[in-house]
Nanobody, 124 residues
Framework: QVQVVESGGGLVQARGSLRLSCAASGHTHSNYAMGWFRQAPGKEREFVAAINWNGYNTVYSNSVKGRFTISRDNVKNMVYLQMNSLKPEDTAVYYC?????????????????WGQGTQVTVSS
């Protein structure tokens, strides 16, 4: 079982930036993809970005493509989400998740291990 803990959320003005961090621990998590998802009040959890096991391939939702960047450091056991040009509609609880596959996918069911989430609030 992989454990993940998110950090770095907060309040930011529109067009600002934040970097979320995710600390991963547990059995061979570096062999698997990692992902970020988010959930706004009253909405379903949605995919944001994912990165494959070695960091060479990434997948993004259309709503964040070009603004967000996912990366990982397998030596430090960390995954990051750099968020630029933030919009009020990016406001949500952001979750880091550890995958069961080595390739990056956007499906919730491919990520069995989840953190507790970190709140991101973007003011207009």
């Amino acid at each position: 079982q992989v454990q993940v803990v998110e950090s770095g959320g907060g309040l930011v003005q529109a067009r600002g930036s934040l970097r979320l961090s995710c600390a991963a621990s547990g059995h061979t998590h570096s062999n698997y993809a990692m992902g970020w998802f988010r959930q706004a009040p009253g909405k379903e959890r949605e995919f944001v970005a994912a990165i494959n096991w070695n960091g060479y391939n990434t997948v993004y939702s259309n709503s964040v493509k070009g603004r967000f960047t996912i990366s990982r450091d397998n030596v430090k056991n960390m995954v990051y989400l750099q968020m630029n040009s933030l919009k009020p509609e990016d406001t949500a609880v952001y979750y880091c998740a550890a995958g069961r596959l080595s390739v990056a996918t956007s499906r919730v069911q491919d990520f069995p291990s989840w953190g507790q989430g970190t709140q991101v609030t973007v003011s207009s």
